[in-house]
């Protein structure tokens, strides 16, 4: 955004469907937006480019690759031209939506007493640390616990873990500073429009992810930024006075005397630890926590989940079928693809999920005897693999009704896969071409995954309505994507944890947890998000409703 004279009134408009070319600058956009609102691009004060997203579709029509840009553009106040009519009457230019802050303007009375409340936080994924953000951006005494250790202990558990073949219950892939996301694809979009997601990016941007997460519709930070990015938010988080206590383990609530509805204190491995505020941000695999908490009295609800495999391509053949041979793919780098089949009445939807374009495949697990896949990529996109999970959605209906029963159809399918794969995490795998042909392959290809591959029937150890879906969407994904169903891509088993079969009840004005005053669960493994940026808005908003309504009983 280019500097403003604070003396002059303006105007921001969001000016949509810009087209761009992937061998012209960004720079190009001011002077393409004054020529649609029919003004000089010497009264353009400032553009900032809201969304870019890569529209690959009208290849096939020799039209070539092109991105699609929404613009918020600052004007005069006064500017009002006929093309600026024209565009808001067909829908592409409106008014700039406004940008909310993470400081709460009329926090709750309660909280500015003699003794600033003392908030914990329970989970140091996204959720967690962008609670504890807002808290500490409002002077309140916050604890965040963490059940795994700091970055480095945790990745030589996890090089430990990779020679052993036996994973070390707290610090793995899944628990540890940062939570599960931490080795992941590190992707920074979401599906809702939050006004939070702005000063949100902004801080990931401070803390040094790249400028272009801002706007870009695939933003993605990477594993290897991820791991300097998490280090400098608990260290200006500690500067504003926020305690760290990792290796420390949530194992129960402690009640007030005169009020069972409001927690005085957590049980921990540590001991007691005293709050006023309690923010559960468990994430979606610590499924012990959440027997302890339900022990506890804080009620759960089964959720549907997703649940598929992971599939994996030479990244060649997906940037070949998706960008094709012109000069535009050259400067692109490697491709991505976001890829849906709808349901039909006779086969529920099937989509990718977490598409690690030029990345690898982990075993994201913390316990012997179950088996479950997830993707990572860096920031280079330097494999020479594509990976994403292909998922179906399993609710009630599949699993049961009781609030543990996603849980526990989970962990049945992940002891069976483990066993399939020769119960040492090797993986059980079959090419897509075998997949829809439904026969054992006599050998798998070279995978990225961890541990290895062994040919296994992955079509007879899905659940029905899952390989249905997956078979749908094999015949459709190939007509997109050449090659996409052939012998070169592989299916690696299991992918069941895209998101949790849990969920927390609260209360949707006040976010607090059914049943409870002082407790507000948030984040994935809370049932109210479905991704790093989700997580991080959830975790804000909920914190900021703490601040709204205090300690109030109302």
Known sequence: MNPIDPTLSTATWRLLHLRLSPLEPESVLAERAAVELGIEVRDVRGLRIARK???ARRRTRNVGLEFVCNVDVVLNARSRTRAMARLEKSGRLRRAPTTASLIHPRPHGSLSGERAPRAVVVGSG??????????????????????GPLLKPRARALARFHQSREPDPERNLLFGEGGAGTYSDGKIYTRVDDPLEVPLLEELVLAGAPGNIRYDSLAHIGTDRLHRILPTLRESLSARGVKFLFDTRMDGLLATDSDPRRVRALRTTAGEIECDLLFLAIGHSARDTALALAAAGVEFQAKPFQLGLRIEHPQELITRGRYGEGPAAAVLGPASYNLLRKADDLTPAAFSFCMCPGGRIVASVNEHGYL??????NSKHSSAWASAALVSSFGPAEFGSGPFAGVDFQRALEALFFQAGGGDFTAPAQSAADFLDRRLGRATRHSTYTFGTRPARLDQLLPEPARSALTRALCDFERQIPGFAGPEGEFVGLESRSSGPLRMPRDLRTRRAAGWLNVYPIGEGAGWAGGIMSAMLDGANSALASLEFGLSNG
């Open 372 to 377: 479950c896949t997830n993707g990572m990529s």
């Open 126 to 147: 996204p959720a967690g640390l962008f609670a504890a953000w807002v808290l500490s951006l409002h002077g309140m005494h916050t604890t965040l616990i963490e059940r």
């Open 53 to 55: 997203a890569l529209d």
